[in-house]
């Protein structure tokens, strides 16, 4: 059972490319979110998903879009990337959106934007 | 909006005793959830306990447990017979029991790295 997958773990981009980070799940969970954790910062909610083909903005959605075409799938795009966009991105998951439910995150990806 | 704060960057503590990491946060709600969750240098974040704030009971799991005072707003994590393994940046987390919207979300807090001297 291999839980949340994210590729790639490390990326190098320039001002202005575009990328898109991978999130896959392989247990069913309706819940998927993505965030951001800066030093010092804690970890901030960028989109979330309640389930497949419904999305919603977190906390800092700006310059992130997301789509839930499957269940399994929670991909997160950078469309012009900025260096104010280097961070450590991690996709997390859980059974359903009420709360109590244990988020299981994925191991990270560490993107820097020069 | 509810807000966590873990005030202490970093701590030490030697193997086989007992720390505490604290954590208080700030909300108008009178239920809703609180984690604690363990970053190792592997950087997969990981539950460690969690605690439904209409129980009054503190939580235990195996050598964590928490000390919850609702009144105080503080959720503080105990953990006991301290290892090598524990060595890992902790975050406090709030969560809204109101609906799913932007309530759904997990606040955190900053985080406290936590040394264990052998």
């Known amino acids: 059972n291999a839980g949340v997958t994210q590729t790639p773990k490390f990326q190098v981009l320039k001002t202005g490319q575009s990328m898109t980070l991978q999130c896959a799940q392989d247990m069913n969970h309706e819940y998927m979110s993505w965030y951001r954790q800066d030093p010092g910062m804690g970890l901030r909610l960028i989109h979330y998903s309640v389930g497949a083909g419904i999305t919603d903005q977190g906390e800092v959605p700006n310059g992130y879009n997301v789509s839930r075409s499957t269940t399994e799938d929670f991909p997160l795009r950078l469309l012009s990337a900025a260096p104010s966009q280097t961070s450590v991105y991690f996709c997390a998951s859980s059974r359903d959106g009420t709360g109590w439910e244990k988020l299981f995150f994925g191991s990270g990806t560490q993107l820097s934007v020069l | 909006a509810q807000t966590v704060t873990q005030s202490q960057p970093e701590m030490s503590v030697q193997e086989a005793e007992t720390v505490t990491l604290s954590c208080t946060y700030d909300t108008s709600e009178s239920d809703y959830y609180l984690f604690w969750y363990k970053q190792p240098p592997s950087r997969q974040m990981i539950l460690v306990i969690r605690?439904?704030?209409?129980?009054?009971q503190n939580a235990t799991e195996n050598r964590f447990s928490v000390n919850f005072q609702k009144a105080a707003k503080s959720f503080s994590l105990k953990i006991s017979d301290s290892q090598l393994g524990d060595a890992a940046m902790y975050f406090c987390a709030y969560r809204s029991l109101e609906g799913f919207g932007a309530n759904s979300k997990l606040t955190f807090g900053k985080g406290i790295t936590l040394s264990v001297r052998p």
């Open positions: 605690q439904e704030a209409y129980k009054q």
